[in-house]
């Protein structure tokens, strides 16, 4: 199985930085791709970023040119760094990753979740 721990949620002011992130454990080959989610109350869980292994990235609209997202795949560990930070960024983030097992079998994997909460 694999596990996906987030940290790094809060409360964070208009205009602030936060930087997420989301540690891989368990028995697999390798974490393919991975990524953050978010979900705001009353709404469906969006795209934030996705990236491979090899380091290609991909953004959602929204978050192009504020939220950075890098992974050290040495510690299986993902990051999201985001900055310029407003009240439509209030959500749950999750990081989700797509791992191969032993017995050959892929697998889709979320984390429970971190809140950031942007508030003044």
């Known amino acids: 199985q694999v596990q996906l721990v987030e940290s790094g949620g809060g409360l964070v002011q208009p205009g602030g930085s936060l930087r997420l992130s989301c540690v891989a454990s368990g028995s697999f080959v390798v974490i393919n791709s991975m990524g953050w989610y978010r979900q705001a109350p009353g709404k469906e869980r969006d795209l934030v970023a996705t990236i491979t292994n090899a380091g290609a990235t991909n953004f959602a609209d929204s978050v192009k040119g504020r939220f950075t997202i890098s992974r050290d795949n040495a510690k299986n560990t993902l990051y999201l760094q985001m900055s310029s930070l407003n009240s439509e960024d209030t959500a749950v983030y999750y990081c989700?990753?797509?791992?191969?097992?032993?017995?050959?079998?892929?697998?889709?994997?979320w984390g429970q979740g971190t809140q950031v909460t942007v508030s003044s």
């Open positions: 989700n990753a797509n791992a191969r097992m032993y017995d050959y079998r892929f697998v889709n994997v």
